[in-house]
Protein backbone atom coordinates (compact mmCIF):
# COMPACT_ATOMS: atom_id res chain seq x y z
CA UNK A 1 0.00 0.00 0.00
CA UNK A 2 1.28 3.49 -1.07
CA UNK A 3 1.70 5.87 2.07
CA UNK A 4 1.35 9.61 2.14
CA UNK A 5 4.20 11.45 1.75
CA UNK A 6 4.59 13.81 4.77
CA UNK A 7 4.03 17.19 4.48
CA UNK A 8 6.26 20.06 4.93
CA UNK A 9 4.23 22.32 7.02
CA UNK A 10 6.10 25.38 6.20
CA UNK A 11 5.89 24.71 2.39
CA UNK A 12 2.10 24.09 2.87
CA UNK A 13 1.50 27.03 4.81
CA UNK A 14 3.02 29.38 2.10
CA UNK A 15 1.56 27.62 -0.14
CA UNK A 16 -1.87 27.92 1.03
CA UNK A 17 -1.08 31.95 2.03
CA UNK A 18 -0.03 32.32 -1.80
CA UNK A 19 -3.77 31.24 -3.02
CA UNK A 20 -5.28 33.40 -0.82
CA UNK A 21 -3.20 36.14 -1.85
CA UNK A 22 -4.11 35.00 -5.65
CA UNK A 23 -7.57 34.98 -4.93
CA UNK A 24 -7.55 38.13 -4.12
CA UNK A 25 -5.80 39.45 -7.34
CA UNK A 26 -7.91 37.59 -9.45
CA UNK A 27 -11.23 39.26 -7.59
CA UNK A 28 -8.84 42.91 -8.47
CA UNK A 29 -9.47 42.75 -11.77
CA UNK A 30 -13.19 43.03 -12.22
CA UNK A 31 -12.80 45.80 -9.53
CA UNK A 32 -10.53 47.43 -11.41
CA UNK A 33 -12.46 47.60 -14.21
CA UNK A 34 -15.02 49.04 -12.62
CA UNK A 35 -12.70 51.77 -11.06
CA UNK A 36 -11.52 52.37 -14.14
CA UNK A 37 -14.78 52.47 -16.33
CA UNK A 38 -16.39 54.54 -13.16
CA UNK A 39 -13.82 57.28 -13.15
CA UNK A 40 -13.11 56.11 -9.66
CA UNK A 41 -9.11 56.27 -9.91
CA UNK A 42 -9.17 59.49 -12.23
CA UNK A 43 -10.94 61.15 -9.90
CA UNK A 44 -8.31 60.23 -7.34
CA UNK A 45 -5.63 61.12 -10.02
CA UNK A 46 -4.52 64.59 -8.09
CA UNK A 47 -3.46 61.98 -5.49
CA UNK A 48 -4.87 64.35 -2.68
CA UNK A 49 -6.63 62.39 0.06
CA UNK A 50 -10.54 61.84 -0.26
CA UNK A 51 -12.90 60.17 1.91
CA UNK A 52 -15.32 57.92 0.46
CA UNK A 53 -18.30 60.22 0.57
CA UNK A 54 -15.98 62.99 -1.62
CA UNK A 55 -15.56 60.50 -4.53
CA UNK A 56 -19.24 59.26 -4.60
CA UNK A 57 -19.61 62.87 -5.28
CA UNK A 58 -17.04 63.53 -7.94
CA UNK A 59 -17.88 60.22 -9.32
CA UNK A 60 -21.44 60.53 -9.42
CA UNK A 61 -21.65 57.17 -7.89
CA UNK A 62 -23.46 55.37 -4.55
CA UNK A 63 -20.67 55.84 -1.42
CA UNK A 64 -21.72 52.56 0.25
CA UNK A 65 -20.19 51.02 -2.98
CA UNK A 66 -17.38 53.07 -3.45
CA UNK A 67 -16.47 52.82 0.34
CA UNK A 68 -16.32 48.91 -0.50
CA UNK A 69 -14.24 49.37 -3.41
CA UNK A 70 -11.84 51.88 -1.60
CA UNK A 71 -11.76 48.86 1.35
CA UNK A 72 -10.62 46.30 -1.47
CA UNK A 73 -7.90 48.80 -3.41
CA UNK A 74 -6.46 49.39 0.49
CA UNK A 75 -6.29 45.72 1.23
CA UNK A 76 -4.81 45.31 -2.05
CA UNK A 77 -2.31 47.93 -1.60
CA UNK A 78 -3.24 50.03 -4.58
CA UNK A 79 -4.54 52.88 -2.23
CA UNK A 80 -3.34 54.64 0.79
CA UNK A 81 -5.80 54.36 3.86
CA UNK A 82 -5.44 56.80 6.57
CA UNK A 83 -7.60 55.74 9.90
CA UNK A 84 -7.25 59.00 11.59
CA UNK A 85 -9.24 61.33 9.18
CA UNK A 86 -11.09 57.77 6.78
CA UNK A 87 -9.44 59.32 3.82
CA UNK A 88 -7.25 57.90 1.24
CA UNK A 89 -5.12 58.28 -1.53
CA UNK A 90 -3.90 57.56 -4.54
CA UNK A 91 0.26 57.67 -4.77
CA UNK A 92 1.14 59.38 -8.39
CA UNK A 93 2.89 56.48 -8.71
CA UNK A 94 0.26 54.78 -9.22
CA UNK A 95 -2.16 56.75 -10.63
CA UNK A 96 0.36 57.15 -13.65
CA UNK A 97 -0.75 53.47 -13.91
CA UNK A 98 -3.99 53.56 -13.29
CA UNK A 99 -5.70 57.10 -13.38
CA UNK A 100 -3.86 58.50 -16.56
CA UNK A 101 -5.18 56.97 -19.89
CA UNK A 102 -2.37 59.27 -21.79
CA UNK A 103 0.28 57.75 -19.51
CA UNK A 104 3.11 55.50 -21.35
CA UNK A 105 2.52 52.92 -18.82
CA UNK A 106 -1.66 53.31 -18.42
CA UNK A 107 -2.50 49.81 -17.49
CA UNK A 108 -6.46 50.48 -17.98
CA UNK A 109 -6.61 48.03 -20.85
CA UNK A 110 -4.77 45.40 -19.70
CA UNK A 111 -7.59 45.04 -16.71
CA UNK A 112 -9.97 45.38 -19.66
CA UNK A 113 -8.20 42.76 -21.48
CA UNK A 114 -7.84 39.83 -18.45
CA UNK A 115 -11.05 40.25 -16.93
CA UNK A 116 -12.78 39.69 -20.58
CA UNK A 117 -10.69 36.45 -20.80
CA UNK A 118 -11.40 35.57 -17.30
CA UNK A 119 -15.35 35.39 -18.82
CA UNK A 120 -14.65 32.82 -20.97
CA UNK A 121 -13.68 30.18 -18.96
CA UNK A 122 -16.91 27.99 -18.82
CA UNK A 123 -16.58 28.17 -23.02
CA UNK A 124 -12.81 26.83 -22.69
CA UNK A 125 -13.03 24.99 -20.32
CA UNK A 126 -15.77 22.54 -22.68
CA UNK A 127 -13.13 22.83 -25.64
CA UNK A 128 -11.00 20.80 -23.31
CA UNK A 129 -13.00 17.88 -23.86
CA UNK A 130 -13.78 18.34 -27.20
CA UNK A 131 -10.67 20.04 -28.40
CA UNK A 132 -13.11 22.80 -30.01
CA UNK A 133 -11.84 26.43 -30.52
CA UNK A 134 -13.41 29.63 -29.46
CA UNK A 135 -13.22 32.08 -32.55
CA UNK A 136 -12.23 35.75 -31.09
CA UNK A 137 -15.34 37.06 -31.90
CA UNK A 138 -16.86 34.72 -29.19
CA UNK A 139 -15.51 36.85 -26.51
CA UNK A 140 -16.53 39.53 -24.43
CA UNK A 141 -16.34 42.83 -26.08
CA UNK A 142 -14.10 44.69 -23.38
CA UNK A 143 -11.17 41.96 -24.96
CA UNK A 144 -10.90 43.26 -28.15
CA UNK A 145 -11.32 47.31 -26.53
CA UNK A 146 -8.74 45.91 -23.85
CA UNK A 147 -6.04 44.60 -26.27
CA UNK A 148 -5.90 47.27 -28.69
CA UNK A 149 -5.05 49.64 -25.27
CA UNK A 150 -2.26 46.99 -24.59
CA UNK A 151 -0.57 46.62 -27.87
CA UNK A 152 -1.01 50.69 -28.13
CA UNK A 153 1.41 51.19 -25.39
CA UNK A 154 4.25 49.13 -27.31
CA UNK A 155 3.63 50.31 -30.91
CA UNK A 156 3.33 54.08 -29.87
CA UNK A 157 7.29 53.24 -28.03
CA UNK A 158 8.83 51.18 -30.45
CA UNK A 159 6.82 51.07 -33.62
CA UNK A 160 8.07 53.99 -35.36
CA UNK A 161 11.56 54.73 -32.98
CA UNK A 162 12.76 51.50 -33.58
CA UNK A 163 10.96 48.97 -35.11
CA UNK A 164 10.74 50.53 -38.25
CA UNK A 165 14.58 51.65 -38.61
CA UNK A 166 15.95 48.16 -37.65
CA UNK A 167 14.39 46.95 -41.04
CA UNK A 168 16.64 46.51 -43.99
CA UNK A 169 15.59 49.51 -46.36
CA UNK A 170 12.22 49.74 -45.29
CA UNK A 171 12.11 53.06 -43.48
CA UNK A 172 13.95 54.87 -46.79
CA UNK A 173 10.50 52.97 -48.97
CA UNK A 174 7.59 54.54 -46.66
CA UNK A 175 9.52 58.04 -46.23
CA UNK A 176 9.75 58.04 -50.38
CA UNK A 177 6.02 56.65 -50.36
CA UNK A 178 5.74 52.64 -49.90
CA UNK A 179 2.11 50.75 -50.22
CA UNK A 180 1.31 48.87 -46.80
CA UNK A 181 -0.62 45.90 -45.55
CA UNK A 182 -1.39 45.30 -42.31
CA UNK A 183 -3.06 41.55 -42.07
CA UNK A 184 -4.93 41.17 -38.46
CA UNK A 185 -4.90 44.85 -38.02
CA UNK A 186 -7.04 44.83 -35.23
CA UNK A 187 -8.45 48.51 -34.15
CA UNK A 188 -6.15 50.40 -36.19
CA UNK A 189 -3.44 51.39 -34.19
CA UNK A 190 -0.15 50.17 -35.57
CA UNK A 191 -1.44 51.23 -38.96
CA UNK A 192 -2.28 54.59 -37.81
CA UNK A 193 0.89 55.39 -36.51
CA UNK A 194 2.52 54.53 -38.98
CA UNK A 195 0.54 56.72 -42.31
CA UNK A 196 0.66 59.57 -39.43
CA UNK A 197 4.75 58.67 -39.55
CA UNK A 198 4.91 58.33 -43.23
CA UNK A 199 2.54 61.04 -45.13
CA UNK A 200 3.69 59.56 -48.42
CA UNK A 201 2.49 56.31 -48.17
CA UNK A 202 -0.36 54.64 -48.21
CA UNK A 203 -1.97 51.48 -45.79
CA UNK A 204 -4.79 48.86 -45.33
CA UNK A 205 -5.89 47.28 -42.51
CA UNK A 206 -7.49 43.81 -43.02
CA UNK A 207 -8.80 41.92 -40.49
CA UNK A 208 -11.75 39.18 -39.91
CA UNK A 209 -13.63 41.16 -37.30
CA UNK A 210 -16.10 42.97 -38.62
CA UNK A 211 -16.90 45.20 -35.32
CA UNK A 212 -12.45 45.78 -35.22
CA UNK A 213 -12.65 46.71 -38.46
CA UNK A 214 -15.35 49.31 -38.32
CA UNK A 215 -13.71 50.71 -35.26
CA UNK A 216 -10.51 51.20 -37.09
CA UNK A 217 -12.20 52.94 -39.57
CA UNK A 218 -13.61 55.09 -36.83
CA UNK A 219 -9.94 55.90 -35.53
CA UNK A 220 -8.56 56.81 -39.03
CA UNK A 221 -10.85 59.29 -39.42
CA UNK A 222 -10.56 61.02 -35.95
CA UNK A 223 -6.54 60.72 -36.65
CA UNK A 224 -7.20 62.74 -39.94
CA UNK A 225 -5.62 60.00 -41.98
CA UNK A 226 -8.27 58.50 -43.60
CA UNK A 227 -7.11 59.80 -46.71
CA UNK A 228 -4.57 57.42 -47.07
CA UNK A 229 -5.50 54.38 -45.18
CA UNK A 230 -8.35 51.91 -45.24
CA UNK A 231 -9.80 48.72 -43.80
CA UNK A 232 -11.37 46.26 -45.11
CA UNK A 233 -12.78 42.67 -43.85
CA UNK A 234 -10.14 39.81 -45.14
CA UNK A 235 -7.96 37.36 -43.85
CA UNK A 236 -4.68 36.75 -43.95
CA UNK A 237 -4.62 34.33 -46.59
CA UNK A 238 -7.27 36.09 -48.96
CA UNK A 239 -6.73 39.84 -48.42
CA UNK A 240 -7.09 41.34 -51.45
CA UNK A 241 -3.92 43.24 -53.21
CA UNK A 242 -0.32 42.91 -54.50
CA UNK A 243 2.58 44.45 -54.93
CA UNK A 244 3.03 45.62 -51.45
CA UNK A 245 6.30 47.09 -50.15
CA UNK A 246 6.07 46.20 -46.33
CA UNK A 247 3.41 43.48 -45.06
CA UNK A 248 3.31 43.37 -41.29
CA UNK A 249 1.32 41.26 -38.78
CA UNK A 250 1.52 42.90 -35.02
CA UNK A 251 0.51 40.47 -32.65
CA UNK A 252 -1.61 38.34 -34.54
CA UNK A 253 0.83 35.21 -36.59
CA UNK A 254 0.59 33.11 -33.20
CA UNK A 255 -3.31 33.43 -33.19
CA UNK A 256 -3.99 32.04 -37.07
CA UNK A 257 -4.75 28.79 -37.65
CA UNK A 258 -2.14 28.01 -40.50
CA UNK A 259 0.55 30.35 -39.71
CA UNK A 260 2.31 29.01 -42.62
CA UNK A 261 -0.22 29.77 -45.35
CA UNK A 262 -1.02 33.41 -43.82
CA UNK A 263 3.08 33.40 -44.77
CA UNK A 264 2.46 32.11 -48.30
CA UNK A 265 0.24 34.79 -48.97
CA UNK A 266 1.97 37.36 -47.92
CA UNK A 267 5.05 36.42 -49.79
CA UNK A 268 2.76 36.31 -53.04
CA UNK A 269 0.96 40.04 -52.47
CA UNK A 270 4.86 41.44 -51.69
CA UNK A 271 6.75 43.23 -54.04
CA UNK A 272 9.77 41.41 -55.29
CA UNK A 273 12.15 43.28 -53.04
CA UNK A 274 9.05 43.68 -50.18
CA UNK A 275 9.26 42.88 -46.52
CA UNK A 276 6.92 40.82 -43.85
CA UNK A 277 7.39 42.32 -40.77
CA UNK A 278 6.66 40.03 -37.98
CA UNK A 279 5.70 41.54 -33.99
CA UNK A 280 4.91 39.08 -31.52
CA UNK A 281 5.13 38.60 -27.99
CA UNK A 282 8.73 38.28 -26.59
CA UNK A 283 9.15 34.92 -25.53
CA UNK A 284 12.17 32.17 -25.55
CA UNK A 285 12.26 28.76 -27.24
CA UNK A 286 12.30 26.99 -24.44
CA UNK A 287 9.15 26.97 -21.62
CA UNK A 288 12.11 27.42 -18.64
CA UNK A 289 12.97 30.35 -20.26
CA UNK A 290 9.34 31.83 -20.40
CA UNK A 291 8.87 31.02 -16.21
CA UNK A 292 7.94 34.45 -15.17
CA UNK A 293 5.40 36.56 -14.05
CA UNK A 294 4.81 38.30 -17.30
CA UNK A 295 5.34 34.71 -18.76
CA UNK A 296 2.91 33.62 -16.69
CA UNK A 297 0.01 35.86 -17.55
CA UNK A 298 0.70 35.33 -21.72
CA UNK A 299 0.49 31.49 -20.74
CA UNK A 300 -2.83 32.80 -19.35
CA UNK A 301 -4.36 34.77 -22.46
CA UNK A 302 -3.13 32.03 -24.47
CA UNK A 303 -4.80 28.90 -23.09
CA UNK A 304 -7.97 30.92 -22.69
CA UNK A 305 -7.88 33.45 -25.52
CA UNK A 306 -5.23 32.62 -28.23
CA UNK A 307 -4.73 28.86 -28.72
CA UNK A 308 -8.59 28.73 -28.64
CA UNK A 309 -8.63 30.89 -31.73
CA UNK A 310 -5.94 29.27 -33.84
CA UNK A 311 -7.73 25.88 -32.84
CA UNK A 312 -11.47 27.44 -34.21
CA UNK A 313 -9.52 27.81 -37.89
CA UNK A 314 -8.32 26.14 -40.09
CA UNK A 315 -5.31 24.18 -39.96
CA UNK A 316 -5.56 24.52 -36.04
CA UNK A 317 -2.04 25.16 -35.53
CA UNK A 318 -2.56 26.47 -31.94
CA UNK A 319 0.98 27.42 -32.10
CA UNK A 320 0.20 30.01 -28.40
CA UNK A 321 1.12 33.29 -27.33
CA UNK A 322 4.64 32.56 -26.41
CA UNK A 323 5.75 30.58 -29.24
CA UNK A 324 9.51 32.48 -29.61
CA UNK A 325 11.46 33.30 -32.24
CA UNK A 326 12.41 29.35 -33.65
CA UNK A 327 8.54 28.44 -34.30
CA UNK A 328 7.97 31.48 -35.74
CA UNK A 329 10.51 31.08 -38.52
CA UNK A 330 9.96 27.98 -39.29
CA UNK A 331 6.02 28.87 -39.92
CA UNK A 332 7.23 31.87 -41.95
CA UNK A 333 10.10 29.28 -43.99
CA UNK A 334 7.19 27.19 -44.18
CA UNK A 335 5.49 30.09 -46.69
CA UNK A 336 7.83 30.28 -48.55
CA UNK A 337 10.62 32.99 -47.04
CA UNK A 338 14.20 31.95 -47.54
CA UNK A 339 15.76 34.77 -45.16
CA UNK A 340 14.08 34.78 -41.68
CA UNK A 341 15.99 37.13 -39.01
CA UNK A 342 15.28 38.62 -35.39
CA UNK A 343 15.44 42.04 -36.13
CA UNK A 344 14.99 43.70 -33.11
CA UNK A 345 13.51 42.67 -29.65
CA UNK A 346 12.70 44.69 -26.35
CA UNK A 347 11.43 43.33 -23.07
CA UNK A 348 8.24 42.85 -24.46
CA UNK A 349 8.14 42.18 -28.17
CA UNK A 350 10.18 40.36 -31.13
CA UNK A 351 9.86 41.97 -34.19
CA UNK A 352 11.11 39.24 -36.93
CA UNK A 353 11.75 40.58 -40.74
CA UNK A 354 11.36 37.97 -43.70
CA UNK A 355 12.00 38.29 -47.55
CA UNK A 356 11.09 36.40 -50.37
Not at 18 to 31: F, H, K, Q, T, Y
Not at 32 to 47: E, N
Request: hydrophobic share 40%; proline share 4%.
Amino acid sequence: METTPALDEARLEAFVARVVDEIGAALNVPLAVIGDKLGLYRAMGDSRPVTSVQLAERTRTHERYVREWLAAQAAGGYVEHDPETGTYVLPAEHAAVLADDGSPIYQGGFFESASAAIQAQDRVSDRFRSGEGLGWHEHHHGLFHGTANVFALAYKASLVQEWIPALEGVEEKLRRGAQVADVGAGHGIATILLAQAYPESTFVGFDTHHDSIETARANAAEAGVEDRVRFEVASATSFPGGGYDLVACFDALHDMGDPAAAARHVRSALAPDGTLMVVEPQAGDELTENLHPLGRVRYGFSTLVCTPGSLSQDGRAGLGTMAGVAKLSDAIRAGGFAQVRLATETDLNLVLEARP
